[in-house]
């Protein structure tokens, strides 16, 4: 793969990922 | 039935699940990873996240809102929400009264090729055998069809029995049950396919197409309509599923933890889709000796043509055409099931019966429609134009004006107020100005596409097919629901928050 497209696949993948791993960890006790 | 005894779902990750199982259905598998490669490939994950943070989040906040403040299905909640806005409640309906009757179909083949797969049932030429041998294809222009197809409306009926059991069975034993048992088994398939797939001799020449950016494409604003459009068709929003679901919560749920949730979730999942889909179709052009950009493609081609084409050339096809074909199938019938349940929640609100008895009222006519229109040699081209009739058109014009009556109500701060009693993730002016925002992107949307199949027709269908199940169909879908928003309702339950009503 070229390095852009890795950039980019990482950056998407850290974001995204990213953003449910933390809305889970942050979601209050029930 | 009472308000005080409406079905609840069991806790929040019983809803998070069936949210997920709604949102994430054909459009993240199909849809997602084309519309990345045509629209800028690494560089529309920019537009992408911009939409998801700026439109998607905050229209799912604001869906939940209407649904939880007003504990109804669509049409009774905009009814609460104002005894004027009970026709958008119907339109939403309505559309999904039209995508119920046609995602069946979709979700029959799929099911269908889930087990074609075993033997390669397509043979050698995958693209003849679905068009000519699997649907019978017959030509519209010659009219529509009552010629019907064994092998289509089989698994149509079992589809929609199979729908009808899980609804007959309730919010949480059969809706949140069925989540929870597919979402995670979808999960999984989905993850061996994806990793199958980067093994695959080929995997990089297709994860460079589908991410390699094109910088240039963000100046281009179709790009950035794109991307509001992935995230709008694929969230499930602003048509009725997610005001349904956010009914059944309990009365102290955390909205906007949840939403985040879920927007994140089925973005992940149709990251993980492209990542699959085009790490695959590398395969199939190294194989074929072609480029990527002759073998890819979107929709039923990505589906029906290009996967079957790959499994009869990837090691291990079998297993690679039963991971795909199954997910497709787990995550078209959750998504089908959020489908019906909007229109079955409506009419147990209006008519206060039993949600047994109402699900078949609702389920058989629905399902015969669904065999006489879909099943024939012509249901190919009616579905065609029906998703892009209703499920564009319909999705857009009934989120637009929801949307600006919404805000030129001034409904939002009462929501955002509503949201902000029991959530973690507070809601402002930001969230406020996103509405606002996205209303006129939907305008733009819903006004310059349909300028263009208005002067330019759609795919080259006769005129009395388009004017008929396109504009027709389109239209009587709001004279229906304005009918329906006339219709008495049973033993008057329309009064919930003090105030709100006149």
Redesign the interface.
């Known amino acids: 793969m070229n390095t852009s497209a890795i950039v980019m696949m990482v950056i998407a993948l850290a974001i995204i990922w990213g953003g449910l791993i933390i809305s889970i960890v942050k979601l209050p006790k029930e | 039935m009472s308000n005080s005894t409406r079905e609840t779902f069991s806790?929040?990750k019983a809803f998070i699940m069936a949210a997920i199982g709604s949102a994430v259905g054909l459009g993240n598998i199909w849809r997602f990873p084309y519309t990345t490669y045509e629209n800028g490939?690494?560089?529309f994950?920019i537009p992408y996240?911009v939409a998801?943070l700026t439109a998607g989040i905050p229209l799912l906040f604001l869906d939940y809102a209407i649904g939880h403040r007003h504990r109804g299905g669509a049409p009774l909640s905009y009814r609460r929400f104002n005894k004027h806005f009970e026709t958008f409640g119907w339109w939403q309906v309505m559309v999904n009264v039209i995508i119920g009757l046609y995602y069946a179909v979709v979700l029959g083949w799929a099911a269908t090729y889930t087990y074609f797969s075993f033997t390669a049932a397509w043979g050698n030429d995958p693209v003849q055998f679905f068009i000519n041998e699997y649907l019978r294809v017959g030509d519209i222009k010659q009219g529509v069809s009552f010629e019907f197809v064994g092998m289509v409306i089989g698994p149509l009926i079992a589809v929609w029995l199979v729908a009808l059991g899980v609804l007959a069975l309730g919010v949480q034993k059969g809706i949140s049950k069925s989540s929870n048992i597919l979402m995670p088994v979808l999960v999984v398939m989905f993850i061996v396919l994806v990793v199958s797939s980067l093994f695959l001799p080929g995997a990089?020449k297709g994860?460079?197409a589908?991410?390699?950016?094109d910088w240039d494409k963000l100046s281009d604003p179709s790009v950035w309509i794109a991307a509001y459009g992935q995230i709008f068709f694929s969230l499930s929003i602003c048509f009725g599923i997610m005001i349904t679901y956010a009914s059944y919560l309990k009365k102290d749920s955390?909205l906007t933890?949840?939403g985040?949730?879920v927007?994140?979730?089925n973005?992940?999942f149709e990251?993980l889709a492209g990542?699959g889909v085009f790490a695959a179709l590398g395969f199939m052009a190294t194989a074929q000796g072609q480029e990527v950009s002759e073998v890819a493609k979107g929709g039923i081609g990505l589906a029906f043509f290009a996967f079957p084409t790959l499994i009869n050339e990837a090691p291990f096809g079998e297993i690679i055409g039963v991971l795909f074909f199954g997910s497709l199938t787990f995550a078209a019938l959750t998504s089908f099931i959020s489908v019906i349940e909007v229109i079955i929640s409506a009419v147990q609100d209006k008519l206060r019966i039993r949600r047994s008895k109402v699900t078949f009222l609702v389920g058989l006519p629905m399902m015969a429609v669904s065999v006489i229109l879909f099943g024939s040699t012509t249901g190919l081209p009616m579905l065609d134009v029906m998703d892009k009739f209703v499920n564009y058109f319909g999705i857009v014009a009934v989120a637009f004006v929801s949307l600006m009556v919404i805000v030129a109500d001034e409904k939002l701060g009462v929501l955002g107020q509503h949201i902000n009693e029991t959530s973690?993730?507070k809601v402002g002016f930001v969230w406020r100005l996103c509405i606002v925002v996205t209303t006129g992107i939907l305008a733009f949307m819903l006004f310059s596409e349909g300028a263009k199949v208005f002067t330019e027709g759609y795919e080259g269908y006769p005129n009395w097919f388009i004017n008929t199940f396109g504009w027709g169909m389109s239209i009587m879908l709001v004279v229906v629901a304005f009918l329906l928003s006339r219709l008495k309702w049973k033993n008057e339950v329309i009064t919930e928050r003090k105030g709100e009503q006149s």
């Open positions: 806790g929040r490939g690494g560089a994950i996240i998801l990089a994860l460079n589908l991410f390699t950016p955390d933890g949840s985040l949730v927007g994140f979730a973005s992940s990251l990542i973690s993730f």
